[in-house]
């Protein structure tokens, strides 16, 4: 019996996105975070202490118990099923990232970006891509509105699809797009809560306006031969996807 429906691989392969509620256990929940909150210098029992520290990623997301939130568990085992059955690497990190709030700030829409394709400021150097397939978002923590949530553009990965077949890879004007691509969306909810994300789609972390630590672990999935194949750009964007038709 799977995890997703016909309606869910119908809405990511139209969106880009999908968001699957209490995907990741409590016991697994507990135990990242409790590492997480030892790697820290904020106190986890002082609010105040979390105000106005930024954005930052924790380098632990290798630990058995922070990828453990997103591999080997029913967040793989959903992926798989919109990528394909032992399609996916079946390890990798899932790397912790720390939005702090700051209450002062005043929200404005964020602008978003693809991973992995050159930019002049991103690091990417030009001729390479460092393409994934698959993105899994898990909250660790429940994330209210304009609370610093994962932002996705939905359909996006459509527009950037056909894009590239029509551009060189490493083309992009400064990471953004050189088009509308309409309003975005925060994904909001509890612990244990799961976003996909197709490997085109912008996305970005919002502004964090509240008094909460959004706490994200976030992982990219890799096909097993996404050497082989991550420089076409094929008619079809879900040749590859056995769970998508």
Known sequence: MGHLTAEDTEFFKEN???VMR???EQEAIDAALD???EALDEDRNDPESWIRKGYRSVPVGNEEVISGTTYNNRVFAMAEELVGKDKLNTSGGAGPHINF???DRKWRE?????DGYHTPTNGVPKGVVGAFTLGATVYLDTVEKRGGGFTVWPGSHRIWAEYFRHHDLDSL????????LGPSYEFT?????VCFWHHQMSHTAGPNCGRNVRIACISRYRRKDLDQIKFETPDDMWKYWDGIS
């Open 173 to 180: 004007p400064g990471g953004g797009a050189p088009f509308d």
């Open 189 to 193: 909810g509890g612990a244990g809560d």
């Open 110 to 114: 964020p602008g978003g970006h693809l």
């Open 101 to 103: 709030p700051d209450p």
């Open 16 to 18: 880009g996105y999908l």
């Open 22 to 24: 209490g995907a990741l």
């Open 35 to 37: 590492r997480l909150w």
